[in-house]
């Protein structure tokens, strides 16, 4: 139904910014929520953030609130998350994913569609 590839991670220092994007194949990517979560090594995967699939309503995790936006551009079938003022404890692979739904979720278990990770590490 949709493919997943994320890009645009890569090595930043404390304070600085990355826009990652995740681009979907597909022919009705409006139909899906998207969602952000990322991944520590050896810590669980954590949502970070999600998008309706009109762009009309996001949620996010308390610790990235101000300083990460996620959006999307359903024409150009991409999501994209905005990473402002990076701090060490961002770095991690983010991971873009997809829920065939009206709403949004913040559970990975329930989002059907995963990209394959871009490591984001953040310098101090």
């Known amino acids: 139904q949709v493919q997943l590839v994320e890009s645009g991670g890569g090595l930043v220092q404390t304070g600085g910014s990355l826009r990652l994007s995740c681009a979907a194949s597909?022919?009705?990517?409006?139909?899906?929520?998207m969602g952000w979560f990322r991944q520590a090594p050896g810590k669980e995967r954590e949502f970070v953030a999600t998008i309706t699939g009109s762009g009309g309503s996001t949620y996010y995790t308390d610790s990235v609130k101000g300083r990460f936006t996620i959006s999307r551009d359903n024409a150009k079938k991409a999501a994209y998350l905005q990473m402002n003022s990076l701090k060490p404890e961002d770095t991690a692979v983010y991971y873009c994913?997809?829920?065939?739904?009206?709403?949004?979720?913040?559970?990975?278990?329930?989002?059907?569609?995963w990209g394959q990770g871009t490591q984001v590490t953040v310098s101090s």
């Open positions: 597909g022919r009705t990517f409006s139909n899906y929520a």
């Open positions: 994913a997809a829920k065939s739904s009206t709403g949004y979720y913040i559970r990975p278990y329930a989002y059907d569609y």
